[in-house]
Nanobody
């Protein structure tokens, strides 16, 4: 059984920062990539950022220069440092683990950016 445990969401003012963490545990095959997606009310889930096992990163245009993804390959943990947050970043953020066989998802953590 694979588990993805997310933490770090919450309420922050515009311009503030949050750091999300996601720890993967259980039995799974080789990891291709880990990443973060988000889904705002009434919108489709979208990729925020992803990082491969080799360290290559990919970001949504809307977060480039503000968000930074990193990972600890030994602990199978992925982090998302979110700076200069905007109200439009408000969403439920989901951790994603991509292996050679399938994708796994976390339960989601709410991020709300509001004054």
């Amino acid at each position: 059984q694979v588990q993805l445990v997310e933490s770090g969401g919450g309420l922050v003012q515009p311009g503030g920062s949050l750091r999300l963490s996601c720890a993967a545990s259980g039995s799974f095959f080789s990891i291709n990539a880990m990443g973060w997606y988000r889904q705002a009310p009434g919108k489709q889930r979208e990729l925020v950022a992803a990082i491969t096992s080799g360290g290559s990163t990919n970001y949504a245009d809307s977060v480039k220069g503000r968000f930074t993804i990193s990972r600890d390959n030994v602990q199978n943990t992925v982090f998302l440092q979110m700076d200069s947050l905007k109200p439009e970043d408000t969403a439920v953020y989901y951790c994603n683990l991509q292996t050679v066989l399938r994708n796994y998802w976390g339960q989601g953590t709410q991020v709300t950016v509001s004054s």
